[in-house]
């Protein structure tokens, strides 16, 4: 199959319409750039260890001071499990979230939501957009953050 055409969940290619991997994404990415703040797309990996195997994360977002933005329309289980692997792992790394809509449930008929997760587990999170405030704090560490080759 050609670039620019991914294969769904559901079986069969779709052509994508955006660099990105979601239109919420793409409609995050597009504020930013319009608003000229600086941040990098998919330019980091941090690796992450899965008992007996070794994986490799790619955050969303890296903002300039090191907060690390996770932009999520669904959060399966799959995800929930690498970041608190990621989190345990690599404490010392300011890991949030921008959920579509943080009261989703985390599954059907579940009374915890995105949001409740996040607070449960003392992580950071917000609803349609990365906040102002996040851009202004202090710059964190970066150790555990590697940074892709560019060619």
Request: hydrophobic share 30%; glycine share 6%.
């Amino acid at each position: 199959m050609s670039k620019g055409y991914y294969f769904t969940r559901r079986g069969g290619y779709h052509k994508k319409a955006t660099p990105y991997r979601s239109g919420f994404e793409d409609k995050v990415i597009t504020v930013l750039k319009d608003a000229s703040i600086p941040y990098m797309y998919e330019k980091h990996n941090i690796n992450y260890k899965i008992p007996e195997s070794e994986h490799i994360y790619t955050p969303d977002i890296v903002l300039d001071n090191n907060i690390i933005v996770e932009l999520k329309g669904l959060f399966e289980i799959e995800d929930r499990k690498k970041h608190l692997l990621v989190k345990e792992q690599h404490p010392n790394l300011d890991i949030r979230f921008v959920f579509q809509n943080s009261s989703n449930k985390i599954y059907k008929g579940s009374k915890t939501s995105y949001g409740d997760w996040c607070s449960k587990n003392n992580i950071k999170y917000a609803d349609k957009m990365i906040p102002i405030s996040w851009f202004k704090e202090p710059e964190k560490s970066s150790k555990g953050l590697i940074k892709k080759k560019t060619k």
